[in-house]
């Protein structure tokens, strides 16, 4: 088995920051690596990863596979049996074991979903990893994200927003 970890945001790579409510989500769609042998498992999910600006963020992760393109992150099979949940103390990037392993299998889509929730009230702070430029075109930051890949859901019950389409901060 091909072994992967997945990551939600990378350093060193240019962030924006992005504003949830609590309740509030952010996914990333990925299509698993072809292989030789279809039947196994082109990849094994074994940790998340997410950047948080804010502290003492309790958040939940589910994972999501589809045979076909998936139109947002959530749009496929849940994976975990219940979402798994984690506890932030501070800001920062945060990789997050799974309790059980996820296998995808080669050519598959799937996707990772951070639901997150903090007191009442509180606006939650999230890294994304975004094209952006300035206004007036002296700066440009240009990440790997194409349309239809990273996604933000502000608020519970909201829309998800394509981070292609999107500017967040």
Known sequence: YKSKEIKYAEPGKSFTIGYLQSGGSVGNI????????????AQEIRAVSIGVGSANVSGSIQIYTS??????????????????TFVTDASGLYTISLDKPVYVTAGEYFSVVFTLTTKAGEVIT?????????????LTFRNETAKGQSFIKSYSGGKWADQKKTIVS
């Not at 045979?67 to 798994?84: N, Y």
């Open 30 to 41: 990925f299509r698993a690596a072809e292989t030789n042998d279809p039947e196994k498992p």
């Open 67 to 84: 045979s076909g393109v998936m139109a947002d992150p959530t749009s496929g099979k849940a994976e975990l049996p219940a979402p798994q």
């Open 126 to 138: 999230v890294y994304t990893d975004k094209d952006l430029s300035s206004t007036d075109g002296s």
